[in-house]
């Protein structure tokens, strides 16, 4: 067969192994790539190991862990992790928030993506003991007990309080009212 001007039109056979051959190349080249990714998290996850021996043996809110995916992630928690950039020599520190997801850090370096989640870790965990100790502060104060020094016992009667959800009810319900008084009268003579 011939084309146009007596150029000949090779066989579909040999076109088609040429694409399948291109094609195969083309995924020898993304899969490298991927093990390339598993492997640069891998060797943070080895970088943390550190990390990971010295966290309290009640603390289960991290998973440090690196999970095959696409794209593969080293999470440290249930919404931050560490993924390669699109050039796969960058390390992005990653958190998902509730107004999308922020970049905690972003390096070539290893080292400094380490020190970034040591440092998120050990925020972490001191959130974690400040809101224990407010939960236990404010139990012990409710409960009147003596093992807060200087807080004020919660009186036995707990009169006081049913009062004074009876008077914020009726101060709300008063306002409605004469929210409702005042936007009729403003309809009524603005109208009228």
């Known amino acids: 067969m011939t084309e146009g001007k007596g150029k000949p039109v090779p066989p579909f056979k040999r076109v088609l192994r040429e694409v399948r051959i291109a094609h195969a190349e083309r995924n020898d080249v993304i899969v490298e790539l991927r093990e390339t990714e598993q492997m640069r998290l891998q060797l943070l996850a080895e970088a943390l190991e550190g990390v990971f021996d010295d966290l309290p043996d009640d603390y289960e809110q991290l998973l440090l862990g690196l999970l095959p995916g696409q794209p593969p992630r080293f999470w440290v928690d249930a919404t931050s992790f560490v993924v390669m950039g699109r050039d796969k020599r960058q ?8 107004l ?3 970049v905690l850090a972003e390096s070539a370096s290893l080292e400094t993506i380490a020190h970034a989640v040591t440092r998120y870790v050990a925020e972490r ?4 003991d400040r809101a224990i100790e407010a939960d236990w502060l404010n139990a012990a104060i409710r409960a009147g007990s003596g093992a807060v020094p200087g807080a004020r016992a919660a009186s036995p009667a707990r009169g006081g309080d049913s009062v004074a959800l009876v008077w914020a009810i009726a101060g709300f319900g008063l306002g409605m009212i004469a929210g409702m008084v005042l936007l009729v009268a403003y309809a ?3 109208v009228g």
């Open 91 to 98: 390390y992005q520190f990653v958190k998902d928030t509730r």
């Open 188 to 190: 009524w003579f603005t």
């Open 125 to 128: 965990i001191v959130e974690r």
């Open 100 to 102: 999308g997801r922020t």
